[in-house]
C-alpha cells in the first residue's frame, strides 16, 4: 500500500557529489521520521542520517559534515545531498520512512524501505 522509491544512485569520482531522493507513494495519512541507511558489500546495514517531520537532522559520525538530509513533506520526499564522497561511501543506500497509512482512521503505522539505490564511488 505504501512504497518508497529512490533514485540519485550512481557512479562518482571521489571528491564528488550526488544526491538522492526518495518519494513515498500510496494512501499516506502522514510521515514522521524518514532517513537514509547503506549497506555496503559483505558489510551489515548501517544508519547514514534521519530527520524528524520537524527538520531535525541526525547523522552518522562518518558523514558529518559531508551529507545533508532534508525533506519535503508536501511531497512526501526525502534528499540526501552527498558531497565530498569517499570510496568508502560505496554501497547500496536505503530510505526508510514510518508511516501513517490506510484510506480513513483509524490509520495503520508502519516502517517501510525502499528497493536501494547503488552509489559507487571510484578512486
Known amino acids: 500500500q505504501v512504497q518508497l522509491v529512490e533514485s540519485g544512485g550512481g557512479l562518482v569520482q571521489a571528491g564528488g557529489s550526488l544526491r538522492l531522493s526518495c518519494a513515498a507513494s500510496?494512501?499516506?495519512?502522514?510521515?514522521?521520521?524518514m532517513g537514509w541507511y547503506r549497506q555496503a558489500s559483505g558489510g551489515q546495514r548501517e544508519l547514514v542520517a534521519t530527520i524528524t517531520r520537524g527538520g531535525t537532522p541526525n547523522y552518522a559520525d562518518s558523514v558529518k559534515g559531508r551529507f545533508t538530509i532534508s525533506r519535503d513533506n508536501a511531497k512526501n520526499t526525502v534528499y540526501l545531498q552527498m558531497n565530498t564522497l569517499k570510496p568508502e561511501d560505496t554501497a547500496v543506500y536505503y530510505c526508510?520512512?514510518?508511516?501513517?497509512?490506510?484510506?480513513?482512521?483509524?490509520?495503520?503505522?508502519?516502517?517501510?524501505w525502499g528497493q536501494g539505490t547503488l552509489v559507487t564511488v571510484s578512486s
Open positions: 500510496g494512501s499516506i495519512f502522514s510521515i514522521s521520521a
Open positions: 526508510n520512512a514510518g508511516v501513517l497509512h490506510g484510506p480513513f482512521s483509524p490509520y495503520q503505522y508502519q516502517e517501510v
